[in-house]
């Protein structure tokens, strides 16, 4: 098993390009996030989806779209790209019972000019 | 104010050391993960801790949660280089599946 897979590892950007970060497992997962990781703020959840066919909001939503594509893949598009989404983001899966241990993907690294 | 507060913040040590590090938090929570992130990769669950007063032992590291669980801590014994990386604590809030983490601390053992 690949587990959590993240595409691309890195990215550039200018400022108001987009783009889309995906993510797929293979551990048959019903729960999906998206965190950013910035230095001396610790990870962030950005949305996350409880189930196929659901989305919602975490902390810092602004500025990012999601679509949970089917039960493997959730994927986020940052529709016009800002220097302060400049980041390392994080894609983790989990199954539906408390305490559940997330399971994190290797990490994209973008970088917004 | 953070939910939860992590110490210290950074934390470089020798190898051979003892070290521990703290997850503190004015609320009770009904488990309390602890995660280590090595540099370029994403964090891997270490323990679950679930009972107030519980300790779990990994190997070299020992893992306390507090009787009132609102705190937990975690100590490595004899810290080897392999043991660098960042510590995150993190807390289930109304058993929603969202995980909120700590900052961490970021540990460095030095050969």
Redesign the interface.
């Known amino acids: 098993n690949a587990g959590?897979t993240q595409t691309p590892k890195f990215q550039v950007l200018k400022t108001g390009q987009s783009m889309t970060l995906q993510c797929a497992q293979d551990m048959n997962h019903n729960?999906m996030?998206w965190y950013r990781q910035d230095p001396?703020?610790?990870?962030?959840?950005i949305y996350?989806s409880?189930s196929e066919g659901t989305t919602d909001k975490?902390e810092v939503p602004n500025g990012y779209n999601v679509s949970r594509l089917n039960k493997r893949e959730f994927s986020l598009r940052l529709e016009s790209a800002a220097p302060s989404q400049t980041s390392v983001y994080?894609c983790?899966s989990?199954g539906?019972a408390?305490?559940?241990?997330?399971y994190?993907?290797?990490?994209t690294r973008l970088l917004v000019l | 104010t953070q939910l939860l507060e992590q110490s210290p913040q950074f934390l470089s040590i020798q190898e051979g050391e003892n070290l521990t590090v703290y997850c503190n938090s004015s609320s009770v929570f009904?488990?309390l993960?602890w995660y280590r992130q090595e540099p370029?990769?994403?964090?891997?669950?270490l323990v679950?801790v679930?009972t107030g007063g519980e300790v779990k032992k990994l190997k070299r590291l020992t893992f306390q949660f507090g009787d009132a669980r609102k705190d937990s801590s975690l100590h490595i014994t004899a810290a080897q280089p392999g043991d660098t990386g960042l510590y995150?604590c993190a807390v289930?809030l109304r058993?929603?599946?969202?995980?909120?983490?700590?900052?961490?601390t970021l540990l460095t053992v030095n050969p």
């Open positions: 959590v729960s996030y001396g703020m610790g990870l962030r959840l996350y409880a975490g994080f983790a989990s539906l408390v305490q559940e241990t997330q994190f993907g290797p990490g | 009904s488990s993960q370029g990769e994403g964090p891997v669950l679950t679930v995150l289930e058993s929603n599946y969202k995980l909120t983490f700590g900052k961490g």
